[in-house]
């Protein structure tokens, strides 16, 4: 048997590292605006536990490496660690998720460490409601380190937009053109239970009926692309005239949990099946008492053994993960 399949016959071949619980904004839906709670430095684990932990995890089967965070950036020479999961062999695909900001400093020295696939998570081009979502003034910023990526030639570029209904509903049509101008993608992402401060209600989740009407009577028709990776959660659209494309990620109105491939280690070095999920695998503390690779391998299989079906955000009964957004690693 393949050691990371699950009793539900799922293979999991994606990883996702936080490499930070930290960020230089405080999205609403996401962190509180004070008193976050971080966790302690040297709680946190080193480049060299990160790589180990990918390092172990390529060997069992992954091949999909993506860092985020909190914000990946604010973590120092993260462009040292890039380099050094893309030097893993058998890694087939890394990617970024970031917020942006500090990616015009930044996005040379990660294109040279091997970086290509970067999410740029905007919602909005509206400075006012930037400052609205995000607390912070940092919009300019933001299109600086898109523009730079894409003079730098990373490729795919893509948005991340987070879906609140009542808010970002002007923000559609111009986000769609700015991101088909630059030849970008513009994924959606449903509003999801993650956020710190239980502002969550199933009302306020966008979906993607309502984006795709939208789009459809402001800039032209859109057509469903055929999903040429059953096992990745966006649905992809383009538009008729073959100039841009549109993603959803509707993990709220459409759980992908059946088809689910990842694997998530936080910043602490915790090792989890599910975004929501309630019990986290510790990974730090046997590594850091000398665990050899093949314990910790058994310790990742046996995870992955353990996962749930899914999530239950549809539930009455349904829990939310003990930690917020910025803390598992989104
Ligand atoms: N700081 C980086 C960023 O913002 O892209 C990486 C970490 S962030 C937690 C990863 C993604 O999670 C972001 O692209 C954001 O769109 C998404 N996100 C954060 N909170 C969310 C929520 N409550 N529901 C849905 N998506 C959320
Ligand atoms: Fe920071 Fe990303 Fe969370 Fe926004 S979504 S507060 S940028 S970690």
Redesign the pocket.
Known sequence: MNPLSDTFGRLHDNLRL?VTDR?N?R?F???PEHDVKYVPHPEVLRFEEIERFARIAVSLGVRKLRI??????VRRDLHVLARKLSAIPGVEDLAL????VLLAEQAKELYEAGLRRI???L?TLDRERFIQITRRDDLAKVLAGIDRALELGFGPVKL?????KGLVEPDIVPLARFARERGIEVRY???????AQGL?DKNKVLLADDILKILAGEIGPLEALPDPDPRAPALEYRFSDGVGKIGF?A?VSRPFCLNCNRIRLTADGMLRYCLFAIEETDIKGPMRRGASDGEIAAIIAETVRAKWLGHEINRAGFVPPPR???A???
């Open positions: 936080s960020c904004i999205c839906y996401c962190m985020t965070g909190g914000e990946p950036l998720t970031t917020n942006g999410n740029v998570h919602d991340n937009a987070v879906a609140v992402i449903e509003f999801m239970p993650l956020d969550w990620i993990s917020p957004m910025h598992i690693g989104g």
